[in-house]
């Protein structure tokens, strides 16, 4: 399947801000906002390393090519050790500031909502089992890991997933 960068390129725009603007819906409801999240996806070479793995994740008939996925890898790796709303940035969790820690905690929500509600790979059922799951056997103190499970606690009592179904609509518009 050839495809037009162009088109790629435009999802895989489209698919960010869909996960950016979901991000900050959950974090609106606990008081924050992140407007500079997942900047770096929109500028090369993280937009190429990302764009065909969106693709794709979103169009199952699209195959992605060892090279691309390479890309993907780089970019994503890249990504994780560089931005300090994953946890790979920092050598230990103690070093994890709050404000980060609820970005993580958003950017696990709006990623758990599109694997589960949008292209259904269902990894995790929901956050706090991704949390227990993945991240918390990490070296969080006791009071991070408190201060995570209320963030996950309070997102998810207070979420309208029709709300959030509505951000994801842009992409089939």
């Known amino acids: ?38 900047n770096d996806k929109n500028l090369e070479p993280y937009r190429t390393g990302y764009a065909y793995i969106n693709y794709a994740r979103h169009h199952p008939n699209c195959t992605v090519s060892p090279q691309q996925l390479a890309a993907f890898q780089s970019a994503h790796d890249e990504h994780h050790t560089m931005q300090p709303h994953h946890v790979r940035h920092y050598a230990t969790m103690v070093d994890v500031p709050d404000v980060r820690i609820i970005e993580m905690v958003c950017d696990w929500f709006s990623a758990n909502f599109e694997e589960n509600a949008i ?41 309208d997933y029709d709300t959030v179904h509505n951000i ?4 089939s518009d």
């Open 168 to 171: 994801w609509r842009k992409l």
């Open 1 to 38: 399947m050839n495809i037009p960068m162009d088109e790629i390129f435009a999802f895989h725009a489209a698919r960010t801000g869909c996960h950016i603007d979901t991000l900050n819906y959950f974090a609106q409801l606990i008081g924050y906002q992140f407007p500079e999240h997942d």
């Open 119 to 159: 292209v259904h790979t269902n990894t995790y059922a929901n956050v706090m089992e991704f949390f227990d799951r993945k991240m918390a056997p990490l070296d969080w103190t006791p009071r991070q890991t408190k201060f995570i499970r209320d963030a996950i606690e309070t997102i998810s009592s207070c979420a």
